[in-house]
Every structure is written in structure tokens, then in C-alpha cells.
């Protein structure tokens, strides 16, 4: 399809996955598209950006998508086994709208689009938000949202995030992860409130740059014996230990119950570079503990968060140098 008529089937990228069937692959040659609140409803589709015009036109570069008036998501993902690639994505300033969105799907690929927001102030849209399952989330450029990403799943070994570059993202930070044992690596994350915030147990935060961040990763964790996620290898580089409103990385547990104490497990920080440190011995990093009472039969508790530190036995001496974050 191609923004120009008599160049294609279609002049509307909404159009064209309103008639697609299952196992189509839509080609949207360069132009721009004023499309909002489009839905991929079929499996099996391939949403693919071209990067020139067809025909007689002169357009070049990714087709750009204007969400400027939708109230929603730009593009909302409502089947599995899709791969959307190479676009040009600007949103809307609906309230709480993505970029592009998807909820319960599976096996879906977003790969190789620019995505930015248009709204401004403290509560701009989401770049990514997606739940399910077999999710890839690589090589694209994000900007002005919050969060870059937010990615969440109930599978293990089923979200990869690599290969991104997040800037200047406000409130929630450059990508938010709520699952256990997913991956996330290869990525520059510059100028955002937060690097990444994880939720859950075993996650590999690995080789990413963060940068001009004052938390570059903040670790929530509650589950009860469950092994920390590992923060490895990674570049941390101007961030805010300092500044004690925005200086702490983990929030951990220690828990009275009816049935006994109740500790959530450390996280693993082994081997990252800290800009900040002096370069002897190792890296403290800056949580919470919180120390409290639950009362099952009540459904309540309470409790004290405490200034507490985890620590980096063995800091790099140098930055890693990870591909495409120079």
C-alpha cells in the first residue's frame, strides 16, 4: 500500500488490515499515513515498513505513522504471531495511549520502528505496551514516553528486550519489566527518570548502557525464596547516588508471618562499571529493606522500609564496549 492513490491497493494502512486474513504480509511503502487507532485482529500478520516509494512518488525513509487526534493506542495488537517492522510511529495525546499496544497475545515481533510521543508534561503515553507471551522488542529507537517499554508476562524465558535505544523518557522510566527469568540486554538507555525497573525473580539485566539516569536499575522484589534477578556487565554512568530522593536502586523484604519470617532473596550485582567508584573494594548500592508484620487471618500489615545496601563484589574497572551504544 502507498499514501498516494493509484500507487497500490491502499491508501490506508487501517483499511488494509481491516481486509487482511490470516497469513498476510502488509508492505507500507514510504509516505505518511494520518492513521489512529488501528487493530490487527488476524494471526499470522507481517506489518511491514518500506523505506522508499512506490510508484512515481519521491517519499524515502520509513513510513511515518501520525497518531496526532487518536484517543487510543496508535496501533493495538489483538492476535498472535505478528511482526510489525521499520515504521516511523508518532502518538497521541490520549490519556494512558501507546504507540503500539498489545494485551494477552503471543509470539509477537517489534523490530526496527521509531517511536515517540507527542504529549508533554508528566504523564506522556507508553512507547511499548505489551502483554503475553514470546515477545521480541528489538533494534528500535524510543523517545519522549513513559515508559520507553512495559513489557509483562507470566511465562518464563519469553520476553526479550535487546538492541533498543530509549531517551528522555519522563515518570516511569526507559523500560518496565513484570515477569520472572526474561532478558534484557544490548540496550542505551540516556536521559530517563529510570533506566529499568524490574519486577519479578530471576531476570538477566545484561550489558546495557545506562546513562544520565538517576536510578539506572531499580529491583522490587517480594517473592519468598526465590533467587534475585543478576544485574551483570552492564555501564552505569551519571547517576544520583547522591541525591537521597532518587537514589535508591532495590526494595527487598524481610516478613513476620503466622507461619514464620518470611526473606526475599538479594538480587546479584556482579561486575558492572560504575563511573563513581573509587576503585578498591566494592560497590555499595543503595535499597530498602523493609522490615514488617503480616497479619493473614486480616488480609493486612505493616511495615518499615529501612536505607539498607547490597553490593558489587567485583566492579569493572573499564566500560564494557557493547555494540551499538557508541
Request: aromatic residues 10%; glycine residues 12%; hydrophobic residues 35%.
Given at each position: 500500500?502507498?499514501?498516494?492513490?493509484?500507487?497500490?491497493?491502499?491508501t490506508?494502512?487501517?483499511?488494509?488490515?481491516?481486509?487482511?486474513?490470516?497469513?498476510?504480509?502488509?508492505?507500507?511503502?514510504?509516505?505518511?499515513?494520518?492513521?489512529?487507532m488501528?487493530?490487527?485482529?488476524n494471526?499470522?500478520?507481517?506489518?511491514?515498513?518500506?523505506?522508499?516509494?512506490?510508484?512515481?512518488?519521491?517519499?524515502?525513509?520509513?513510513?511515518?505513522?501520525?497518531?496526532?487526534?487518536?484517543?487510543?493506542?496508535?496501533?493495538?495488537?489483538?492476535?498472535?504471531?505478528?511482526?510489525?517492522?521499520?515504521?516511523?510511529?508518532?502518538?497521541?495525546?490520549?490519556?494512558?495511549a501507546?504507540?503500539?499496544?498489545?494485551?494477552?497475545?503471543n509470539?509477537?515481533?517489534?523490530?526496527d520502528?521509531?517511536?515517540?510521543?507527542?504529549?508533554?508534561?508528566?504523564?506522556?503515553?507508553?512507547?511499548?505496551?505489551?502483554?503475553?507471551?514470546?515477545?521480541?522488542?528489538?533494534?528500535?529507537?524510543?523517545?519522549?514516553?513513559?515508559?520507553?517499554?512495559?513489557?509483562?508476562?507470566?511465562?518464563?524465558?519469553?520476553?526479550?528486550?535487546?538492541?533498543?535505544?530509549?531517551?528522555?523518557?519522563?515518570?516511569?522510566?526507559?523500560?518496565?519489566?513484570?515477569?520472572?527469568?526474561?532478558?534484557?540486554?544490548?540496550?542505551?538507555?540516556?536521559?530517563?527518570?529510570?533506566?529499568?525497573?524490574?519486577?519479578?525473580?530471576?531476570?538477566?539485566?545484561?550489558r546495557?548502557?545506562?546513562?544520565?539516569?538517576?536510578?539506572?536499575?531499580?529491583?522490587?522484589?517480594?517473592?519468598?525464596?526465590?533467587?534475585?534477578?543478576?544485574?551483570?556487565?552492564?555501564?552505569?554512568?551519571?547517576?544520583?547516588?547522591?541525591?537521597?530522593?532518587?537514589?535508591?536502586?532495590?526494595?527487598?523484604?524481610?516478613?513476620?508471618?503466622?507461619?514464620?519470617?518470611?526473606?526475599?532473596?538479594?538480587?546479584?550485582?556482579?561486575?558492572?562499571?560504575?563511573?563513581?567508584?573509587?576503585?578498591?573494594?566494592?560497590?555499595?548500592?543503595?535499597?530498602?529493606?523493609?522490615?514488617?508484620?503480616?497479619?493473614?487471618?486480616?488480609?493486612?500489615?505493616?511495615?518499615?522500609?529501612?536505607?539498607?545496601?547490597?553490593?558489587?563484589?567485583?566492579?569493572?574497572?573499564?566500560?564494557?564496549?557493547?555494540?551499538?551504544?557508541?
Open positions: 500500500m502507498d499514501d498516494e492513490p493509484g500507487d497500490a491497493d491502499y490506508s494502512i487501517k483499511e488494509a488490515l481491516n481486509a487482511s486474513s490470516p497469513g498476510d504480509t502488509i508492505e507500507v511503502y514510504s509516505g505518511t499515513y494520518p492513521e489512529q488501528m487493530y490487527i485482529k494471526d499470522n500478520i507481517t506489518l511491514l515498513g518500506i523505506a522508499h516509494e512506490l510508484g512515481g512518488g519521491n517519499d524515502t525513509g520509513r513510513p511515518f505513522i501520525d497518531g496526532n487526534v487518536a484517543l487510543g493506542d496508535v496501533l493495538r495488537i489483538e492476535a498472535s504471531q505478528v511482526l510489525i517492522s521499520n515504521f516511523l510511529i508518532e502518538n497521541s495525546n490520549g490519556y494512558n501507546g504507540c503500539i499496544a498489545s494485551n494477552d497475545q509470539n509477537i515481533t517489534i523490530s520502528c521509531v517511536l515517540h510521543t507527542k504529549k508533554e508534561g508528566d504523564n506522556p503515553n507508553k512507547g511499548i505496551g505489551i502483554r503475553g507471551n514470546h515477545i521480541q522488542i528489538i533494534h528500535n529507537e524510543i523517545s519522549f514516553c513513559s515508559p520507553g517499554i512495559s513489557a509483562v508476562t507470566d511465562s518464563p524465558l519469553s520476553i526479550t528486550i535487546t538492541g533498543n535505544v530509549i531517551t528522555d523518557c519522563g515518570i516511569y522510566g526507559g523500560i518496565v519489566l513484570t515477569g520472572d527469568e526474561q532478558n534484557i540486554s544490548g540496550n542505551r538507555i540516556l536521559r530517563c527518570v529510570e533506566g529499568i525497573r524490574i519486577f519479578g525473580t530471576k531476570n538477566v539485566i545484561y546495557n548502557e545506562i546513562d544520565d539516569c538517576p536510578i539506572c536499575v531499580e529491583s522490587t522484589n517480594f517473592d519468598p525464596g526465590q533467587r534475585g534477578n543478576i544485574i551483570t556487565q552492564n555501564n552505569f554512568k551519571n547517576y544520583s547516588f547522591g541525591n537521597l530522593s532518587r537514589g535508591y536502586w532495590w526494595t527487598r523484604s524481610i516478613l513476620v508471618t503466622f507461619y514464620g519470617v518470611v526473606i526475599t532473596k538479594k538480587d546479584q550485582w556482579v561486575g558492572n562499571y560504575w563511573d563513581t567508584w573509587i576503585g578498591i573494594g566494592p560497590m555499595r548500592i543503595r535499597g530498602f529493606l523493609v522490615v514488617g508484620f503480616v497479619f493473614v487471618f486480616l488480609e493486612t500489615g505493616i511495615g518499615l522500609p529501612l536505607p539498607w545496601f547490597e553490593y558489587d563484589r567485583h566492579p569493572a574497572k573499564e566500560p564494557y564496549d557493547i555494540p551499538g551504544t557508541d
